[in-house]
Every structure is written in structure tokens, then in C-alpha cells.
T-cell receptor
Framework: QKEVEQDPGPLSVPEGAIVSLNCTYS??????FMWYRQYSRKGPELLMY????GNKEDGRFTAQVDKSSKYISLFIRDSQPSDSATYLC???????????FGTGTRLQVFP | ETGVTQSPTHLIKTRGQQVTLRCSSQ?????VSWYQQALGQGPQFIFQ???????GRGNFPPRFSGLQFPNYSSELNVNALELDDSALYLC????????????FGPGTRLTVT
């Protein structure tokens, strides 16, 4: 079993839709939870990070962490074609900067 | 503010050869981490460098080695290349202790034939 599980998709939605992306994990020691966006043939771009449980909002993006369920989510409101990319969740535990990534979910937003 | 840069962009090598990949960290960042991303997979941590020393290593064999220089730039060296080493190699920089804010470069795509 992988430490971090993420549905690879693809997820196809119309422009303006609310998108929900999710990851589950098995290591209860994880403290930081990150979401990255990766366009084809590019490096991952940090969207946001959250410490421990709770919500964090940044513009059209909202990250949620539920440590009791070992489940994290990223919501994208008013999705745009430019949001079409692969979204990677990543996590790290105490005393280490090593990031453990999910496999990524490919999102396609069509006009 | 200068972002993370990597060179070369693409590289084709033959099995058994050696390769060196280079990374310049984002301005002000003193820690560099290297990741390997196979096609359709998430990045996998290779190792991290801080103060010119290896500071954590993932599940990669010793033929993967690295260096960090006084200006915080870094190199990844891979000896005895294998076909499975074909991947996108990503460098990420951060401040020490702030691994939750790692910023990635564009990557070097290595193909081993």
C-alpha cells in the first residue's frame, strides 16, 4: 500500500464548475500537506500548504485537511481552461523536509 | 527574485554511462532537494543537501550522489545508468526547516537508451 493514494483521473469538467481533488494517506505522523499544480513537461508549482487539520483559502482554491480520516482535499471554484493540469498532493512529517507525493490527478476543464 | 533553474533541459545517455545534472536554487534559499519523476507518477525524493552536506536520503542506490556548493547550487550525479533511470529529474529549493515551501525547477528530462 502506498503512503499517499490519489486517483489519477482524468477528471473532465466544464468551465465554471467546482472541482474537488482528493488524497488519502496512511501515515498519521504527516503534519504538512501541500498541493502542487504541474503543467505538461513542466516542474510542479506550489499552490498552497496547510499545517495539521483545518481549511485554508487562497483565491479560487481551498485546501482542507481531516487528520482524523487521513483525507485531504483541494477545491477549485469557477474552474477555467487554464486550470487544466495535473494536481499533485504532497505531505511531510516532523523533522524532515522529504515530501511524499501522490501520483497526481489529471484535470481537464473544457470551455 | 530568481526562480529555480536546471540544466540541461533534455539529455540522452546510453546504459552504463554517467550523467551530471545541475540546479541553481531560488535566491535566498539554502536547501536543495532532488526528486525523480517517472512518467505518470508523482516525484520521488532522492536526497536533500544543506550546508554542502547530504541531509536525508530516499530509497535510491549509492550510484545516485550529489553535491552542494557554497552558493547553494547543486549537482546530481548518476553512475552506471540503467534504462529505469529514464525520468524527469526535479530540483527543489527551500529555506532550512521550511520543507513545506519547496519550489521546483522545470526539470531535466533524462532518457537512457
Amino acid at each position: 500500500q502506498k503512503e499517499v493514494e490519489q486517483d489519477p483521473g482524468p477528471l473532465s469538467v466544464p468551465e465554471g464548475a467546482i472541482v474537488s481533488l482528493n488524497c488519502t494517506y496512511s501515515n498519521s505522523a504527516f503534519q504538512y500537506f501541500m498541493w502542487y499544480r504541474q503543467y505538461s513537461r513542466k516542474g510542479p508549482e506550489l499552490l498552497m500548504y496547510t499545517y495539521s487539520s483545518g481549511n485554508k483559502e487562497d483565491g479560487r482554491f481551498t485546501a482542507q485537511v481531516d487528520k482524523s480520516s487521513k483525507y485531504i482535499s483541494l477545491f477549485i471554484r469557477d474552474s477555467q481552461p487554464s486550470d487544466s493540469a495535473t494536481y499533485l498532493c504532497a505531505m511531510s512529517g516532523p523533522g524532515t523536509d522529504k515530501l511524499i507525493f501522490g501520483t497526481g490527478t489529471r484535470l481537464q476543464v473544457f470551455p | 527574485e530568481t526562480g529555480v533553474t536546471q540544466s540541461p533541459t533534455h539529455l540522452i545517455k546510453t546504459r552504463g554511462q554517467q550523467v551530471t545534472l545541475r540546479c541553481s536554487s531560488q535566491s535566498g534559499h539554502n536547501t536543495v532537494s532532488w526528486y525523480q519523476q517517472a512518467l505518470g507518477q508523482g516525484p520521488q525524493f532522492i536526497f536533500q543537501y544543506y550546508r554542502e552536506e547530504e541531509n536525508g536520503r530516499g530509497n535510491f542506490p549509492p550510484r545516485f550522489s550529489g553535491l552542494q556548493f557554497p552558493n547553494y547550487s547543486s549537482e546530481l550525479n548518476v553512475n552506471a545508468l540503467e534504462l529505469d533511470d529514464s525520468a524527469l529529474y526535479l530540483c527543489a529549493s527551500s529555506l532550512a526547516g521550511a520543507g513545506y515551501e519547496q519550489y521546483f525547477g522545470p526539470g531535466t528530462r533524462l532518457t537512457v537508451t
